[in-house]
């Protein structure tokens, strides 16, 4: 034993001094491999094409190794060949795969690395996996022929060609032409490929220009570009005719006309060339219907057309049916002379039905103006075609009665699809004249056709004597407002005589600050003790001081025109409340008042002290329930439920302040506003929206059951994403989860950089993929794929508390969230002030968020101004029963009650159908709003009224009392701009 003992010893010497022994693999430095993604998900992907993905290969050790190449074991699978690389510690190098699917179906295998990397296995192999599927793409082309018609030698002729991807994947299309003729057809978009988008459409310009007699026939081929894919032809004719003759347009669409009302459009005709031609006037073709008509055509001396002359047809389209027409032509008889050619035709189209452009309100009525005063009010010209228009040729005429004045001159103003513009039209009676009328004409052009509209204009002279009247407040106080927020508080004039007074009206007067904004009101005889409200909004966009004046003007000879002086703060604190206004809405004085909740939180790190508490301006009927003991100490990180109650005592509108005084000399102000009234029955009335821009945010419950369903989530976004591509929305598409604290770790790590805490940050924090989606954003399938697997890490699920964070200060207003370490975290540029906000929950638990679910649902209407158009919530979660879902850990019912109040969509989380479920909440959140929500519960749902425009609307719609929403029938929304008026018996 001690021979040996010292043979050891012996040997470990000859080791320290370094002959011929080697340090053992126990301590030497390791290399491992590591790829970014850890699993190549290509996805959905067309028959055919080829779809690109890039691993990123790293070296997650600290000794160098050597990356020899990489092979797939799917024959559909290819790695872009590279040279053998080294890869030393902390480095890494991407390797470009490419997936072209031969057919149908799902399809999984592995990409093998081959190195010399630790981590390898015996055979110096380490495995990635790679998924796809194989999916058919589908191209559909309703026209299957192209008549370009007779066309003058040298000359272009353009017709349009629709094509539609009605496939599950984006697909590369191609449009070629072939046939004898073919090189007299073109388009801007052959020869090369371009992508279409699931469900998305492109119109193709296709080009005739003949330059030989006769008629020409050729073949338009769209196929997918993909070698197995089959194309589909379109067959194109068109004829060259040989006249110097310029026919401008050579086709006329009048767009859609109401019923009983003529558009027209003219036509023009030059002879180019430099002898004269025939002229045998025009005739009217295929005019099934008698639609069509020519308003005036000229005769010409010797029937010739002369050398450089022009001649002006003017045609009419009066339709007496709903729908497009049938197309009629309009033969120009024209033609060089002695000969028999024929001449070129022009087509007609146009749709009957109701106006696209709507005047509202008709009549326009003043009411009562006050002899020796005037009145201005608006007339709105909403456009709801499908293209911009222009208001020109603005006439006002005065047939009895006084001075009707159109505000602004005349002008021609562009109207683009969905808007509106004000016409202001101001009224001064005659003395001693009684009622006056005029009549508001504007003509519309609407691409090359012209319509007229009508709106008839009344009001009545009265003389008054001086009105006795009281400004309440003199001064508009907002007090300190966070940057962001806004406190909506009124500015009244008050009848406090004995006799009527006449009010011309009540607005912002020029040159106040843009943090204030109000709507103007219009003219109106007060009673004695009656009151007219300015309601005004400060929402300061910085810090610091706001002031402006509103302004009135009442009948009085030497003091009638009050002003009211406004004044506000920004301020940015650890202090707030929220819902900075509370908007009780109507509420019948026999029905007993109404409650809703404010929070106050201090998040300052040290204590607050609150002095006082106070209601300022129509304060009699609203009643405050707090806490505190004045002056009462907030401890840091606190948080305080206060409750206001609503009890009208008279018929009118209420606006009052309560203050929260801090001993800053400057108090924090909530708007509280509310309107009594008498009547038994309620009329809610909403303007459909264009959905030209929408912001939709997904939360995601990070949980450790979720795993599959943030799978199928992300592999199916392009079916969410087919309402958006076919209206052509605008889009900001966000994740955040359900972790509000960062997960305690275990079994499982999420990824981003949050640990799971993203409190409402946009995953993932750690800005490795795009973290706000849009129509420009690169390969969004794929990017939204990666935002949704949030990992599987967390437990307790706070989605509705997360949604309020991500929308809320300080994240909604900054790049980086000042209070964690990682940069460029914050959620800025997401929630826009003119777009929709859809938010999508998806989650197997119950929501265990802190605040009631009013109080959430308070906020959202908050950051849209109360409009419940512009809000929707829909969630993917629990049933309320599971025993048709029993993946599902219990009912999400504080999200299915959120989605209801709102007229959301609910599905379920156990959703057979991943793709059908994603598209019902596509159309919910980009399509046109169908459900509308009432702001009171009918007495009795058989006697409720709905109007679009003024018609009554009968069927197309139903009544849901879970939801206690109107909703229409799929196809039967109300366009943009329509204007929809809701009554119903209430009761209380």
């Given at each position: 034993?001690?021979?040996?003992?010292?043979?050891?010893?012996?040997?470990c010497?000859?080791?320290?001094?370094?002959?011929?022994?080697?340090?053992?693999?126990?301590?030497?430095?390791q290399?491992?491999?590591?790829?970014?993604p850890?699993?190549?998900?290509?996805?959905l992907?067309?028959?055919?094409?080829?779809?690109?993905?890039?691993?990123?290969?790293?070296?997650?050790?600290?000794?160098?190794?050597?990356?020899?190449?990489?092979?797939?074991?799917?024959?559909?699978?290819?790695?872009v060949?590279?040279?053998?690389?080294e890869?030393k510690?902390?480095?890494?190098?991407?390797?470009?795969?490419?997936?072209?699917?031969?057919?149908?179906?799902?399809?999984?295998?592995m990409?093998q690395?081959?190195?010399?990397?630790?981590?390898?296995?015996?055979?110096?192999?380490?495995?990635v996996?790679?998924?796809?599927?194989?999916?058919?793409?589908?191209?559909?082309?309703?026209?299957?022929?192209?008549?370009?018609?007779?066309?003058?030698?040298?000359?272009?002729?353009v017709?349009?060609l629709?094509?539609?991807?009605?496939?599950?994947?984006?697909?590369?299309?191609?449009?070629?032409?072939?046939?004898?003729?073919?090189?007299?057809?073109?388009?801007?978009?052959?020869?090369?490929?371009?992508?279409?988008?699931?469900?998305?459409?492109?119109?193709?310009?296709?080009?005739?220009?003949?330059?030989?007699?006769?008629?020409?026939?050729?073949?338009?081929?769209?196929?997918?570009?993909?070698?197995?894919?089959?194309?589909?032809?379109?067959?194109?004719?068109?004829?060259?005719?040989?006249?110097?003759l310029?026919?401008?347009p050579?086709?006329?669409?009048f767009?859609?006309?109401?019923?009983?009302?003529?558009?027209?459009?003219r036509?023009?005709?030059r002879?180019?060339?430099?002898?004269?031609?025939?002229?045998?006037?025009?005739?009217?073709?295929?005019?099934?219907?008698?639609?069509?008509?020519?308003?005036s055509?000229?005769?010409?001396?010797?029937?010739?057309?002369?050398?450089?002359?022009?001649?002006?047809?003017?045609?009419?389209?009066?339709?007496?049916?709903?729908?497009?027409?049938r197309?009629?032509?309009l033969?120009?008889?024209?033609?060089?002379?002695g000969?028999?050619?024929?001449?070129?035709?022009?087509?007609?189209?146009?749709?009957?039905?109701?106006?696209?452009?709507?005047?509202?309100p008709?009549?326009?009525?003043?009411?009562?103006?006050?002899?020796?005063?005037?009145?201005?009010?608006?007339?709105?010209v909403?456009?709801?075609?499908?293209?911009?228009?222009?208001?020109?040729?603005?006439k006002?005429?005065?047939k009895?009665?006084?001075?009707?004045?159109?505000t602004?001159?005349?002008?021609?103003?562009?109207?683009?699809?969905?808007?509106?513009?004000?016409?202001?039209?101001?009224?001064?009676p005659?003395?001693?004249?009684?009622?006056?009328?005029a009549?508001?004409?504007?003509?519309?052009l609407?691409?090359?056709?012209?319509?007229t509209?009508?709106?008839?204009?009344?009001?009545?002279?009265?003389?008054?004597?001086p009105?006795?009247?009281?400004?309440?407040?003199?001064?508009?106080?907002?007090?300190?407002?966070?940057v962001g927020?806004?406190?909506?508080?009124g500015?009244?004039?008050?009848?406090?005589g004995?006799?009527?007074?006449?009010m011309?009206?009540?607005?912002?007067?020029?040159?106040?600050?843009?943090?204030?904004t109000?709507?103007?009101t219009?003219?109106?005889v007060?009673?004695p003790?009656?009151?007219?409200?300015?309601?005004?909004?400060?929402?300061?966009?910085?810090?610091?001081?706001?002031?402006?004046?509103?302004?009135?003007?009442?009948?009085h000879?030497t003091?009638?025109?009050?002003?009211?002086?406004?004044?506000?703060?920004?301020?940015?604190?650890?202090?707030?409340v929220?819902?900075?206004?509370?908007?009780?809405?109507?509420?019948r004085?026999?029905?007993?008042?109404r409650?809703?909740?404010?929070?106050?939180?201090?998040?300052?790190?040290?204590?607050?002290v609150?002095?006082?508490?106070?209601?300022e301006?129509?304060?009699?009927?609203?009643?405050?329930?707090h806490?505190f003991?004045?002056?009462?100490t907030?401890a840091?990180?606190?948080?305080?439920h206060?409750?206001?109650?609503?009890?009208?005592?008279?018929?009118?509108?209420?606006?009052?302040?309560?203050?929260?005084?801090?001993?800053?000399?400057?108090?924090?102000?909530v708007?509280?506003l509310?309107?009594?009234?008498?009547?038994n029955?309620?009329?809610?009335?909403?303007?459909?929206?264009?959905?030209?821009?929408?912001?939709?945010?997904?939360?995601?419950?990070?949980?450790?059951?979720?795993?599959?369903?943030q799978?199928?989530?992300?592999?199916?976004?392009?079916?969410?994403?087919?309402?958006?591509?076919?209206?052509?929305?605008d889009?900001?598409?966000a994740?955040?989860?359900?972790?509000?604290?960062?997960s305690?770790?275990?079994?499982?790590?999420?990824?981003g950089?949050?640990?799971?805490?993203?409190?409402?940050?946009?995953?993932?924090?750690?800005?490795?993929?795009?973290?706000?989606i849009?129509?420009?954003?690169?390969?969004?399938?794929?990017?939204?794929?990666?935002?949704?697997?949030?990992?599987?890490?967390?437990?307790?699920e706070?989605?509705?508390?997360a949604?309020?964070?991500?929308l809320?200060?300080?994240l909604?207003?900054?790049?980086?969230?000042?209070?964690?370490?990682?940069?460029?975290?914050?959620?800025?540029?997401?929630?826009?002030?003119?777009?929709?906000?859809?938010?999508?929950a998806?989650?197997?638990?119950?929501?265990?968020?802190?605040?009631p679910?009013?109080f959430?649902?308070t906020?959202?209407?908050?950051l849209?101004?109360?409009?419940?158009?512009?809000?929707?919530?829909?969630?993917?979660?629990?049933?309320?029963?599971?025993?048709?879902?029993?993946?599902?850990?219990?009912s999400?019912?504080?999200?299915?009650?959120?989605?209801?109040?709102?007229?959301?969509?609910?599905?379920?989380?156990?959703?057979p159908?991943?793709?059908?479920?994603?598209e019902?909440?596509?159309?919910?959140?980009?399509g046109?709003n169908?459900?509308?929500?009432?702001?009171?519960?009918?007495?009795?749902?058989?006697?409720?009224?709905?109007?679009?425009?003024?018609?009554?609307?009968?069927?197309?719609?139903?009544y849901?009392?879970?939801?206690?929403?109107?909703?229409?029938?799929?196809?039967?929304a109300?366009?943009?701009?329509?204007?929809?008026?809701?009554?119903y018996?209430?009761?209380?």
């Open positions: 034993m001690v021979g040996l003992r010292w043979v050891c010893v012996a040997a010497v000859l080791a320290l001094v370094g002959v011929g022994c080697e340090r053992s693999s126990a301590q030497r430095a290399s491992g491999l590591g790829a970014s850890e699993k190549l998900e290509f996805g992907s067309a028959v055919g094409v080829t779809k690109t993905m890039k691993v990123r290969l790293s070296n997650r050790g600290r000794a160098p190794f050597t990356v020899h190449g990489a092979t797939a074991t799917l024959p559909n699978v290819e790695v060949p590279f040279q053998a690389f890869l510690a902390g480095g890494e190098q991407e390797v470009e795969v490419r997936f072209t699917p031969d057919v149908e179906g799902a399809v999984e295998g990409l690395v081959l190195t010399d990397a630790d981590n390898a296995d015996k055979d110096g192999v380490t495995p996996g790679v998924t796809g599927q194989g999916v058919k793409v589908l191209l559909e082309v309703p026209v299957r022929s192209l008549d370009f018609g007779n066309v003058e030698l040298g000359r272009v002729e017709r349009e629709l094509v539609r991807n009605t496939a599950q994947v984006e697909s590369p299309v191609r449009l070629d032409f072939d046939g004898v003729d073919a090189d007299e057809f073109g388009s801007s978009d052959s020869g090369a490929s371009f992508v279409l988008a699931p469900g998305q459409e492109r119109r193709l310009s296709l080009s005739f220009s003949p330059d030989r007699l006769g008629a020409a026939t050729a073949q338009a081929r769209v196929r997918v570009e993909c070698p197995s894919c089959e194309p589909i032809v379109v067959s194109l004719q068109g004829t060259g005719i040989a006249t110097k310029e026919v401008t050579l086709r006329v669409d767009g859609r006309v109401a019923l009983g009302a003529t558009a027209e459009e036509i023009t005709v002879n180019l060339g430099s002898e004269p031609m025939a002229y045998g006037g025009v005739k009217l073709l295929d005019n099934g219907g008698n639609f069509f008509r020519v308003v055509a000229p005769t010409l001396p010797g029937n010739l057309l002369a050398s450089g002359a022009v001649v002006e047809i003017r045609v009419a389209f009066s339709p007496t049916v709903n729908g497009p027409v197309e009629a032509r033969e120009l008889d024209v033609r060089p002379v000969t028999t050619n024929p001449g070129p035709k022009v087509s007609l189209a146009g749709e009957g039905g109701a106006s696209c452009v709507v005047l509202q008709d009549p326009l009525d003043f009411g009562v103006v006050a002899e020796g005063m005037n009145a201005t009010r608006d007339v709105q909403i456009n709801r075609c499908r293209v911009d228009v222009l208001l020109s040729d603005l006002l005429t005065t009895k009665g006084g001075y009707f004045m159109l602004t001159a005349p002008a021609s103003l562009p109207i683009p699809a969905g808007q509106s513009a004000a016409v202001p039209i101001t009224f001064m005659r003395a001693g004249a009684g009622a006056g009328e009549e508001l004409a504007v003509k519309i609407n691409g090359r056709s012209t319509s509209e009508v709106v008839k204009v009344v009001g009545s002279g009265k003389v008054f004597t009105c006795q009247y009281k400004v309440e407040p003199a001064t508009l106080e907002f007090g300190s407002v966070p927020s806004e406190v909506t508080l500015a009244s004039i008050r009848n406090v004995t006799t009527e007074c006449y011309a009206g009540m607005q912002l007067a020029e040159g106040s600050d843009a943090a204030f109000a709507d103007k219009g003219n109106k007060l009673q003790g009656q009151r007219a409200v300015l309601l005004v909004r400060f929402k300061p966009g910085a810090e610091g001081e706001f002031s402006g004046i509103a302004e009135g003007w009442v009948n000879p003091a009638g025109h009050p002003v009211v002086s406004l004044h506000g703060r920004g301020v940015q604190g650890c202090f707030s929220q819902p900075t206004n509370l908007d009780f809405g109507t509420t004085l026999s029905c007993g008042p409650e809703r909740d404010l929070v106050v939180y201090n998040k300052c790190p040290g204590p607050t609150l002095m006082g508490l106070g209601l301006g129509d304060a009699t009927d609203f009643t405050v329930t806490p003991m004045f002056p009462a907030l840091a990180g606190s948080q305080y206060l409750k206001v109650k609503y009890e009208p005592q008279s018929d009118g509108e209420d606006a009052a302040a309560l203050r929260f005084d801090l001993g800053t000399g400057s108090p924090y102000t708007g509280l509310g309107k009594g009234v008498l009547k029955d309620q009329t809610d009335e909403f303007v459909q929206q264009s959905q030209a821009k929408v912001d939709v945010l997904f939360v995601v419950d990070n949980s450790g059951s979720m795993m599959d369903e799978q199928n989530l992300g592999s199916n976004f392009s079916s969410f994403l087919t309402h958006a591509a076919a209206a052509g929305v889009y900001h598409i994740v955040t989860t359900t972790g509000i604290e960062r305690s770790g275990g079994w499982a790590v999420c990824p950089g949050a640990e799971g805490g993203e409190s409402g940050r946009f995953f993932p924090a750690d800005n490795s993929s795009p973290r706000i849009t129509p420009a954003t690169p390969s969004a399938e794929s990017v939204f794929a990666y935002n949704t697997n949030v990992g599987v890490c967390h437990w307790n706070q989605g509705l508390e949604m309020y964070r991500a809320s200060d300080p909604v207003f900054n790049v980086d969230d000042p209070r964690t370490p990682l940069p460029m975290d914050g959620n800025a540029g997401f929630l826009r002030e003119d777009a929709k906000l859809a938010v999508i998806i989650s197997d638990e119950e929501d265990f968020s802190p605040q679910e009013s959430y649902e906020f959202l209407l908050g849209k101004g109360e409009d419940h158009s512009k809000v929707i919530f829909s969630a993917i979660v629990g049933p309320n029963d599971l025993s048709t879902c029993p993946r599902a850990s219990s999400g019912s504080r999200y299915i009650q959120l989605a209801q109040n709102t007229g959301g969509v609910v599905e379920s989380i156990c959703t159908n991943w793709a059908d479920s994603l019902r909440l596509s159309e919910s959140a980009f046109l169908r459900a509308f929500p009432l702001s009171e519960k009918p007495s009795d749902p058989t006697r409720i009224e709905v109007k679009v425009d003024g018609v009554e609307v009968t069927t197309g719609w139903t849901d009392p879970v939801s206690n929403t109107v909703i229409f029938n799929t196809g039967a109300p366009a943009p701009g329509a204007a929809v008026e809701i009554t018996p209430v009761s209380c």
